[in-house]
């Protein structure tokens, strides 16, 4: 395996000629800015540009299964993307990049707001059988992913402006500029971080890791103690999905910039490879089986190794639940209803983001755990989530035992990242560390 890996990863770098993405503003429909993709192979037969460039739809065409497919130059105000449906026969997605004959490939296509992922597809013709193992999948040398292993991302990102003139409507807001880059005194720093846990079996024995983001200030106030947050990944994800993916950082400096919430310290550790109790899952290396850890079994290896290692070993960090947060999205979403519920009195605030849960909340459990009812809850899902109806029953369980919580549903939302951009802003806005008992004034 590790081997096949190593062979992969020096075909990949072999790869990585050239290549370069620019975001220009046109001042022009359809949406008043364009993005250039140029990548240099001269060996090449044909590349695609594919990952989270998709087709868009709207709401008038989209149900919780399928959706329309528009292509980006068709681009209208208020059209979204959603990570499902039905290709149809005859669109051609991923993108085909054009050749200069002399291996210059290029690709160019108006977008609207947002953050996109993508990767090159070399001589691939079929996207699910083409990865960083082939040596088929390449991701950006000159916007390379935040990673602690080379090879532990798969895809390259970027961020389009809004322009009003070009996407607004009068019924969605479909801006994600909350995700640029804040102004530069408040842009904090991400790093990756080994620590100490038995049993772990990557990146090495005994060794497991996590994103770390420090606000700008930290360090340069002594003395000061800063608010913690974990926020977790998702089914086939890893720790570092929340800066590659979803520009956690920026999100972060601009709700500290806009007085939203204090300077905070964000932890984004990696739930998979705790142990060896199942078969070594590893994002990059195309594994074709996700073993996916219980919710229990997660909590259990962070209560009794992550936790303790950060406040052990990041200097200045919060040791009370009331200024301890943790957040998730999909499994991660489920993974912090099981913090709430079973890890109930080391945070005070919980970020249930699309969460993928199947247990009710009874009467039974709130007599159990009174301390239930007195915690800061966000529960954040898309209009268009796979588990909307999951979410809502979570919610009306909550109504029934007076548990009062802050909602947040994304009108442009599916079971994907602009959901889960736009419920991490909004908890932070609405929700994180904000006076409890929550009630219709929080966040006002």
Not at 372 to 397: C, E, I, M, R, T
Not at 410 to 424: C, E, I, K, R
Request: with cysteine; net charge negative.
């Amino acid at each position: 395996m590790f081997g096949n890996k190593i062979l992969s990863l020096a075909a990949l770098f072999a790869l990585r000629a050239s290549a370069s993405v620019t975001v220009r503003k046109t001042d022009k429909g359809p949406t008043g800015y364009e993005v250039d993709f140029r990548y240099v192979n001269k060996t090449a037969s044909s590349v695609l540009v594919g990952g989270g460039l998709q087709a868009f739809t709207d709401q008038f065409h989209t149900t919780l299964q399928d959706r329309a497919w528009y292509d980006p130059h068709d681009y209208h105000p208020g059209d979204f993307y959603v990570a499902y449906g039905t290709q149809p026969d005859g669109y051609k997605w991923p993108y085909n990049m054009t050749s200069d004959g002399d291996g210059v490939w290029t690709y160019t296509t108006p977008l609207p707001s947002g953050v996109y992922n993508y990767a090159y597809l070399v001589d691939c013709e079929n996207q699910q059988e083409c990865s960083i193992v082939t040596g088929q999948l390449v991701v950006d040398p000159d916007v390379p992913p935040y990673v602690n292993v080379p090879g532990d991302q798969v895809a390259s990102s970027f961020q389009v402006p809004y322009d009003a003139r070009f996407q607004q409507t009068s019924d969605i807001s479909a801006s994600f500029d909350y995700a640029l880059p804040a102004p530069p005194e408040f842009r904090g720093t991400v790093k990756t971080v080994n620590y100490t846990s038995p049993g772990s079996i990557y990146p090495a024995p005994d060794i497991h890791d996590f994103g770390l983001y420090l606000p700008a200030e930290y360090g340069k106030v002594e003395g000061k103690t800063y608010p913690l947050m974990y926020l977790s990944h998702g089914l086939s994800g890893n720790g570092y999905d929340w800066e590659n993916l979803g520009r956690m950082s920026h999100i972060m400096d601009n709700l500290i910039a806009g007085g939203h919430i204090e300077p905070t310290v964000v932890v984004t550790p990696s739930f998979y490879n705790l142990d060896d109790s199942l078969p070594l899952f590893i994002y990059g290396n195309a594994s074709t089986f996700m073993p996916l850890p219980t919710p229990d079994f997660i909590r259990e290896h962070y209560v009794k190794d992550l936790f303790p290692w950060v406040e052990k070993n990041i200097a200045n960090v919060c040791n009370e639940p009331k200024c301890r947060a943790f957040a998730g999205l999909s499994w991660g979403g489920r993974l912090t209803y099981e913090m709430y519920v079973n890890a109930t009195d080391y945070f005070d605030y919980f970020g249930m983001f699309s969460p993928a849960t199947d247990s009710p909340l009874t009467q039974e459990m709130l007599d159990a755990n009174p301390a239930l009812a007195d915690k800061g809850v966000f529960v954040g899902y898309g209009l268009y989530d796979s588990v909307f109806d999951s979410a809502k029953n979570l919610q009306s369980d909550m109504d029934k035992l007076k548990i009062s919580h802050i909602s947040r549903i994304t009108p442009v939302g599916s079971h994907y990242w602009n959901t889960w951009q736009d419920t991490l802003w909004w908890f932070g806005v609405k929700s994180l560390w904000k006076p409890k008992p929550f009630n219709t004034t929080t966040g006002r």
